[in-house]
């Protein structure tokens, strides 16, 4: 499988920090959980702060990433593999990745309709947690579709943007 020792070793290294990283992510899941469990939430609003947790992670978030430079990054790495495979390459991916984003709007819109009728200890932290996130994935979805129009215009258009700051994430930063 690994043509070099050095190979198998970067996969071992690779695998060690992802299984350290999933281990880390289940033991905050569960210290959030008895800290929620203490503050009195009742069950419905745990799981609707576990689900909101879970839209966070799915757009990628961790340990309190800011968006701006989260969407900085990501715009990088899709402008080097663009200079490595071409845009025609990249754009499915792309497409994809727009189509993904959408899913999770529609995902925090239906989790703002549930979480309007409860009440109770940390619902109010719900609401703005579920306020932020909605804010999030509109701002993502802005940047899947400014990405995938900048980029049928040459990948230099886009990086001149991101360079000179007129990303439309970069103008709420």
């Not at 961790?62 to 990054?73: D, G, I, R």
Request: aromatic share 8%; glycine share 6%.
């Amino acid at each position: 499988m690994y043509k070099t020792a050095e190979e198998r070793h970067e996969a071992r290294l690779k695998s060690k920090k992802d299984s350290y990283a999933r281990r880390q992510l289940q033991e905050q899941v569960k210290s959030r959980t008895r800290w929620r469990r203490r503050r009195g939430a009742a069950a419905g609003t745990q799981e609707l702060l576990q689900r909101l947790d879970n839209l966070w992670l799915t757009l990628g978030y961790c340990n309190w990433t800011l968006q701006h430079k989260f969407l900085e990054s990501y715009g990088m790495s899709i402008i080097s593999e663009v200079d490595r495979e071409g845009w025609d390459s990249v754009k499915p991916g792309c497409e994809a990745g727009l189509t993904e984003v959408k899913d999770v709007v529609k995902q925090a819109y239906d989790l703002r309709t549930e979480a309007r009728d409860i009440d109770g200890p940390l619902t109010d932290q719900l609401r703005d947690g579920i306020t932020s996130v909605v804010d999030a994935v509109d701002m993502h979805v802005r940047a899947w579709e400014e990405l995938l129009s900048m980029m049928e215009h040459g990948v230099d258009t886009y990086f001149d943007a991101l360079r000179y700051g007129s990303l439309v994430w970069q103008s709420t930063a």
